[in-house]
């Protein structure tokens, strides 16, 4: 069977079962590649402990696609590399028993002032980064010089801008200096899948990492599935001119959740999160933006998801840049802390946060957090949520404060205090008990 056939296989097995699922998202197209092999070896590249191989990579790439594109070969050891391109019908391939690891900060071309990222392509089809192989950002020291310097500048492992067909597929990516995964610039057609990523927690006592988004995807048409996380910061996120993703099947431990924001100017619409876990995740799930930095959140869909001991299970709020520190500290965000929040006029950056499901979901919240929060503006209420078959059990009640539309169907938000305790403010709610 030739590589094109695999991909086209794979993508109707996935028809198939969005079908089954009732979805009415969009499958991403894969990308095809030709069968061609490209090894670096070829080309220059060693495995050794101090070898740059960037040129050698680099040169790797431009040959296959200079012969129409084909599968650039990492074979097994370790190659260190400065930061290269990928190019139009190429894919990465980093073979079982392979790391290729980013060069350290003391020799990372452009260091801590303009470092370019590791794996970058810009308007780009028909892209594949795959194998059974690691990459591996050596992030250590540049983390702890974050805390030191808000001016630091740090690569990202990999970084596609406007580009459309891409996957990545079951490698493991670990440590990067700062996101692992960046795909933006209103990028089509994407797919991760059976990606291992791994880095420190935001929270580790010995070598904490800073931003070590595992997943950062902003675009249309998103499948990301059977991947397991646990990073220093969002788990997955998105940002404005979002549209049409779909998360399922994967595992989630250290990080922020799965998130949307905080810029959401441009809008985020139709994003279902299905069949995933939870376990010591800051929060599950989490949206967030600002005036003058949001949009129109809309269509959201959370089903079928299993929490246990995170901070926050379902977090919605608009005050993210907020100075005022009562009003960031939302474990303990009252309805009086909520009312002093001023109104202000509405613009085309006013977060809105609309049509958003959360069904079938059970959680256990961390010793002395609260069971969730959702709190929207003033000037723009938080509209239209469902909550069913929600069933949590926390230390501290649920806030929903400037909200309207809110239907509570069948839940169960155990506290100390009794069962489904609410905190609200200037919330129309329904509660209805199907028992």
């Known amino acids: 069977m030739s590589n094109l056939r695999v991909v086209a296989a794979v993508a109707v097995l996935i028809c198939a079962t969005f079908a089954e699922a009732d979805d009415v998202r969009r499958v991403p197209e894969l990308p095809q590649i030709t069968e061609r092999v490209f090894s670096i070896s070829d080309h220059g590249a060693v495995s050794s402990d101090s070898a740059d191989n960037a040129q050698a990579i680099q040169k ?24 290269f ?15 290729l690891k980013m060069l350290p900060m003391d020799r990372y071309p452009g260091g801590t002032t303009n470092p370019q990222s590791f794996i970058s392509g810009q308007k780009l089809h028909d892209v594949v980064i795959s194998g059974k192989g690691t990459i591996d950002g050596q992030g250590a020291a540049w983390w702890p010089l974050v805390k030191k310097q808000s001016n630091i500048a740090r690569p ?47 929270t580790d006592p010995v070598n904490p990492s800073h931003n070590t988004d595992a997943c950062d995807v902003s675009g249309s048409h998103v499948l990301i599935e059977n991947c397991d996380v646990s990073v220093g910061d969002d788990n997955f996120t998105c940002g404005g001119g979002t549209s049409d993703v779909h998360i399922r099947h994967c595992t989630y431990g250290n ?16 994003i279902t999160v299905e069949d995933c876990t939870f376990n010591g995740t800051e929060c599950g799930i989490r949206i967030k933006s600002d005036r003058g930095r ?16 995170v901070n926050f299970p379902i977090l919605i709020y608009a005050s993210y840049m907020a100075k005022d520190r009562k009003y960031r500290d939302l474990q303990n965000v009252t309805a009086d802390i909520a009312d002093s929040y001023e109104a202000k006029p509405m613009s085309d950056r006013t977060p809105v946060y609309r049509d958003i499901t959360f069904e ?35 230390d501290k009640p649920f806030g929903i404060y400037f909200a309207s539309g809110v239907k509570v169907e069948n839940c169960k938000i155990v506290t100390p205090g009794g069962l489904n305790q609410f905190a609200t403010s200037h919330a129309q709610i329904k509660v209805m008990d199907h028992d």
């Open 360 to 394: 079938n979901i059970t959680a256990t919240a961390a010793p002395g957090r609260r069971a969730g929060l959702i709190w929207g503006l003033p000037e723009a209420p938080a509209s239209n949520i469902v909550l069913r078959n929600v069933n949590i059990e926390a």
């Open 294 to 309: 949001g949009g129109i959140v809309q269509r959201l869909t959370y089903r079928n998801l299993k929490m246990t001991n």
């Open 85 to 99: 391109r990928l190019a139009s019908g190429i894919e990465l391939r980093i073979d079982a028993g392979a790391t």
């Open 60 to 83: 790797t790439v431009d040959a296959a696609a200079a012969a129409g594109g084909g599968i650039v070969e990492v074979p097994a050891g370790e190659y260190l590399s400065g930061p």
């Open 255 to 270: 990080g922020h959740g799965v998130s949307i924001g905080s810029p959401t100017s441009g809008g985020v619409s139709d």
């Open 156 to 202: 990202r492992m990999i970084a596609l801008s406007g580009c459309d067909k891409i996957l990545i597929e079951n490698v493991r990516l670990q440590n990067s200096p700062m996101f692992h995964i960046a795909i933006g610039g209103h990028s089509t057609n994407v797919t991760v899948r059976a990606v291992t990523i791994r880095a420190p927690a935001s």
